[in-house]
């Protein structure tokens, strides 16, 4: 079965740190672009941060900058996203996205985990 699981988002205070993951099972991500998206209350789904096949090239929105890292373990079908100094406004859903498209291969979402930042 084809699928991408997030894990690690949970309940932080302000200034604190997570890590989320994103497995995947049943397809390489090897062959893929991969990024982090959320979504909070009322609001659109936003990018957070891509990266490349390799893990050589990053970009992230402006809002993370500074704050979150991106990274890839291709021998681990994993990615993660590195959150430091977490901010109220940090809150939403995060979705993992497999992006194969440029290769003529399919685009997998995951179903979401939910990130809190409160005191």
């Known amino acids: 079965q084809v699928q991408l699981v997030e894990s690690g988002g949970t309940l932080v205070q302000p200034g604190g740190s997570l890590r989320l993951s994103c497995a995947a099972s049943?397809?390489?991500?090897?062959?893929?672009?991969m990024s982090w998206y959320r979504q909070a209350p009322g609001k659109e789904r936003e990018l957070v941060a891509t990266i490349n096949r390799a893990g050589g090239s990053t970009n992230y929105a402006d809002s993370v900058k500074g704050r979150f890292t991106i990274s890839r373990d291709n021998t681990k079908n994993t990615v993660y996203l590195q959150m430091n100094s977490l901010k109220p406004e940090d809150t939403a859903v995060y979705y993992c996205?497999?992006?194969?498209?440029?290769?003529?291969?399919?685009?997998?979402w995951g179903q979401g985990t939910q990130v809190t930042v409160s005191s």
């Open positions: 049943g397809f390489s991500l090897r062959m893929y672009v």
């Open positions: 996205n497999a992006d194969g498209s440029v290769f003529g291969l399919y685009v997998y």
